[in-house]
């Protein structure tokens, strides 16, 4: 795993280039204090956390899923007095729109907790955002302090 | 404090109840019994009586009650153990529109003038003198140990917005905590914590049932109203929260339906005429409507039951 | 993640300490329907140990939930950390199952006879 480094004033970075799960303890070890280190409260950098280890696992299972595992990029900001994760990695294109809502038509003996995830990532952040570019996806995860 | 005696107060004493029909056998086990769940919506939550009526008419039995808001009326006269008509007449004595016509003179002004008259979180609109004499009345000093059936009631903690189960003390008390409508009725203190109506936590409470151990679920609950004129700062807050505990409603509603280890089985009445919030004299209307959408699924019904395992 | 199970008279308590996330979450849902096969339905979860959780976490413990329920039991949480509690809050787990302040009360919590 590469080393953190800070490619612009006040961002601190960090690239996973073979992502798997056994890296998740890691990535949310690295969100927890990049958000410290930014200044935000504790309560941001718990909800950052959290939504960031929802988007990566998914980018793990589904964005590469049963191929090659390839690399993911977190990079964490300042934002007003909260802070800014944005997580890119270039796996399948996943727009967190198109989340499996859980399937409530289903028979009762049937239904899944799918969407939960999802669902979680929402409620614990102000904004997020998708966006592709170059083959690259890109979520925007916004926390500003309480 | 209302001391007008002109009108003579319906009298809604409780007769002693008639035992429910004393089974031969020991109650089918939980799994081939329903969980009641009656949720908010004022007098349309008759319908649950209506369908308790068709339950009882198809031999199946109910394991416990849970009621919140409006619905705890109706749950506890069940639990209680009397029959769907003197449940239906209890509770139309209950529930008439002069339960909120005395105001409470002082809450305006404390409203307007806070420092002077003094505003805590004590405050309500109306005087609930009387509709606290007629539930004494009507349930006397009944606790929950009275129900013959597991009875739940959820009201809302003021302070901090939870949920909070009642399942011991008073009838009155639980009752009142559960229906004390913001902005009308002030909160009401139960055991330490002053509790305002449950439907600000969960309108339809079914995750009470779930907790408790229920097998399947019958869920009688309505969305709370839209204001068709918003013509005061009461109608203004009430349109409000009534976006809010809709939207919490179907939010909660799908949650549980996902959640839930067996079927919980939504009943809907359709309505065909307006009914506003003290429309007493439809109760009968609406506890037919009640029965009839309790009926529509029965079959379904019977088939899960049957196919649950006998213990 | 470390499992540990304590069988009590009536009820099994499976503690669990470490982080539950997507990686480790696989551990979790066997060794609790091990216990589950095996005939033990009344579970107490005890989360003492346990820091974090993910939405891996809250879909073990719903289905756990679901199938001991199914097979007539329970499953009860002890001893949960706040920042877990919040997660489950604000996920709506709190409003369908039990949880306790710490595991004695959640095994006294079961009937001692058998329903």
């Given amino acids: 795993m590469s080393g953190a480094s800070a490619p612009g004033a006040g961002v601190v970075r960090r690239s996973v280039p073979r992502a798997r799960l056994t890296d ?113 996806n890109l979520i925007t995860l916004v926390k500003r302090a309480p | 404090m209302d001391t007008s005696s002109a009108t003579r107060e319906p009298s809604v004493t409780l007769a002693p109840a008639v035992p429910a029909a004393v089974p031969a056998a020991a109650p089918a086990s939980d799994r081939r019994r329903v969980a009641l769940v009656i949720g908010s919506g004022s007098v349309k939550c008759a319908a649950a009586l209506g369908a308790y009526r068709a339950l009882r008419r198809e031999g199946i039995e109910v394991s416990m009650v849970v009621g919140c808001s409006a619905g705890s009326l109706f749950a506890s006269v069940i639990a209680l153990g009397h029959d769907p008509e003197t449940c239906a007449s209890m509770t139309a004595r209950l529930w008439t529109a002069d339960l909120t016509q005395q105001p409470d003179r002082r809450s305006l002004l404390r409203a307007a003038f806070p420092r002077l008259f003094g505003f805590d979180a004590n405050w309500g609109l109306r005087n609930d003198a009387r509709i606290m004499r007629r539930m004494q009345e009507a349930y006397g000093e009944r606790t929950f140990a009275d129900a013959r059936i597991p009875l739940f009631i959820t009201a809302t903690d003021f302070h901090t917005g939870e949920q909070v189960v009642l399942r011991e003390g008073r009838l009155v008390d639980a009752i009142r905590a559960s229906i004390a409508i913001p902005f009308a009725f002030r909160p009401h203190p139960v055991g330490g914590r002053l509790l305002i109506d449950g439907f600000m936590s969960d309108p339809l409470p079914v995750g009470v049932a779930m907790r408790e151990g229920a097998n399947v679920i019958v869920a009688v609950g309505f969305e709370s109203p839209y204001q068709t004129r918003v013509s005061s700062a009461g109608r203004f807050a009430f349109q409000l929260s009534s976006i809010m505990t809709n939207n919490l409603l179907k939010a909660s509603f799908a949650f549980y339906g996902l959640a839930h280890h067996s079927e919980v089985i939504a009943v809907i009445p359709r309505f065909t005429q307006r009914i506003r919030l003290f429309d007493t004299e439809k109760m009968p209307y609406i506890i037919d409507e009640g029965e009839r959408a309790m009926s529509e699924q029965v079959p379904y019904l019977r088939r899960l039951l049957e196919a649950a395992p006998a213990s | 993640m470390k499992i540990t199970i304590d069988q009590r008279a009536h009820v099994t308590v499976v503690a669990v300490a470490g982080s539950i996330d997507a990686l480790t979450a696989d551990t979790l849902v066997h060794a609790m329907g091990e216990q589950m096969h095996a005939g033990n339905t009344r579970l107490v979860a005890a989360f003492e140990g346990v820091e974090y959780t993910s939405s891996a976490g809250l879909r073990v413990l719903l289905a756990t939930l679901k199938e001991a329920r199914q097979r007539g039991g329970d499953l009860r949480l002890a001893a949960v950390q706040e920042r877990v509690l919040r997660v489950l809050d604000l996920s709506g787990f709190t409003s369908i199952l039990k949880c306790y302040p710490d595991v004695g009360a959640a095994v006294a919590s079961f009937p001692s006879h058998h329903a």
């Fill in chain 1, 24 to 136: 998740l303890a890691a990535l949310r070890a690295f969100v927890a204090a990049a958000c410290a280190e930014v200044g935000a409260p504790p309560a941001v950098g718990e909800a950052l956390v959290l939504a960031a280890d929802e988007v990566c696992s998914n980018i793990v299972l589904h964005g590469y899923g049963a191929g090659e595992p390839g690399p993911i990029t977190i990079e964490v900001d300042r934002a007003a007095d909260g802070a800014c994760v944005t997580i890119a990695d270039e796996g399948r294109a996943f727009d967190p729109a198109d989340a499996r809502a859980p399937d409530l038509t289903a028979p009762w003996d049937a239904r899944e907790a799918g969407g939960l995830g999802w669902h979680l990532v929402r409620q614990v952040v102000d904004e997020l955002r998708y966006e592709r570019r170059s083959g690259v």
